[in-house]
Structure formats: structure tokens, C-alpha cells
């Protein structure tokens, strides 16, 4: 079916804000490939133009600068892999604490770490840009931070508080998650099966949470 804007205009079958939207996710799957593979200092706007197939004028219509790109393909990597923490803790149908954690770990990891670009963008090319960059960095770490003290305390219930409290331990996990993943995505093939690094990170969190390990 033939979709028109506002005022009518057509192309291709699409609308202006369908092509809008269309060539924003083009830049953004052209910046996981390059900046995940270059880096971020060695990337240009050009080189995302390129890798895109689109024009520079199309870039800036879409972005304020080459930043302003990191940090939306940043979201959409960290979007991506909450969304597949969640629907996998969603599919756990009989909710056996231990199956929980390891199928929210498998997915975590299959979201980020099994593909390289999108683990060197979220932990290693994220820092030291600017303070406006760090500072959404945190903002996005406090959300994962809410999002497993969240999950925990509906998980174990309110009579139990593990050791620090509930904030101190989601924040330790998660520091040691990041660790973990990003260590294992820059490893040289043959690399641990991604089961071997699961029961790391199960290992990890039954130092807080009972009847994991």
C-alpha cells in the first residue's frame, strides 16, 4: 500500500518520516559495524556516510554530530540486549531461581558479547569521549543497576536482603558482568563456550542471592 506524508509526498512507497526513520537505522547499524570494528577516534562522519550508502546532508539531518551517533547506537545495543534479558526471563515458565539467572545471562551475553563490535562499543569505545558522553554511560549503568535490584527483590522476596543490601549487590554484579563479558569478547578463538562463562557470572551472583550454586 502507498503511504503519503503530510503533505502528500510519496517515494518509494513511503512516507517522509518512514524514510526518516528508515536512514536513521542505517547510520545506526553503520555505526556498530564501523566504529565496533575501528573504533571510535579512527571514525569519521564520512565513514559512516559510506557505510550507510547515504549522504553527509542526510547524517546531519539525522544527528547533531558524530557523538550524538555514538551515544544512540550505544542505546540501541543496550536497548537490544534488555530486551533479550527480559523475554528470556519471561519464556522461564516454571521460575527455578537458578534457570532464571542462567537464561538471563545466556541471553545478555549472546545480545553483547558474542558480537564483538557491540562489546568494544559498550566497554571500551563509550569511555573517555566527554563528560556529556560519561554521564549518559552512568545514567544507562544506573538503569541496569535498578533493573537487577529490581529483579532480585522480586525473585527472593522480602525477607531476604543480601549481604550490603540489595543496591550495593546489584552494583557489584554488574561491575562484575561487565568485566566478564567484555574480557570474553576480546578473547582470541577458540574462546570458552559462552556456558562455561554463564556459570562464571551464576557463580558470581550466588555470592549474594541463595540456592544458586
Given at each position: ?213
Amino acid at each position: 500500500m502507498t503511504v503519503a506524508d503530510d503533505q502528500g509526498r510519496i517515494y518509494a512507497g513511503q512516507s517522509s518520516s518512514a524514510r526518516k526513520a528508515d536512514r536513521r537505522a542505517r547510520f545506526l547499524q553503520a555505526g556498530i559495524e564501523v566504529i565496533g570494528v575501528r573504533g571510535y577516534a579512527a571514525t569519521s562522519v564520512s565513514d559512516i556516510c559510506v557505510a550507510a550508502g547515504l549522504a553527509r546532508s542526510q547524517f546531519y539531518s539525522a544527528f547533531a554530530n558524530r557523538e550524538a551517533l555514538l551515544v544512540d547506537v550505544y542505546d540501541l545495543i543496550q536497548d537490544d540486549a534488555l530486551a533479550a534479558v527480559v523475554a528470556a526471563l519471561d519464556d522461564q515458565v516454571d521460575r527455578d531461581r537458578r534457570a532464571l539467572v542462567v537464561a538471563a545471562m545466556t541471553a545478555l551475553v549472546g545480545s553483547i558479547g558474542n558480537d564483538p563490535r557491540r562489546a568494544r562499543i559498550s566497554y571500551l569505545e563509550m569511555l573517555g569521549v566527554s563528560d556529556a558522553v560519561e554521564q549518559h554511560r552512568a545514567r544507562r549503568r544506573a538503569q541496569w543497576v535498578e533493573f537487577f535490584e529490581n529483579t532480585l527483590r522480586s525473585e527472593v522476596g522480602p525477607d531476604f536482603v543480601p549481604p550490603g543490601g540489595y543496591r550495593s549487590a546489584a552494583t557489584a554484579f554488574l561491575g562484575a558482568l561487565t568485566e566478564i563479558v567484555s574480557d570474553w569478547s576480546r578473547t582470541a578463538p577458540p574462546r570458552p563456550p559462552i556456558e562455561q562463562i554463564v556459570e562464571t557470572m551464576v557463580a558470581v551472583l550466588g555470592a549474594f542471592v541463595p540456592d544458586l550454586t
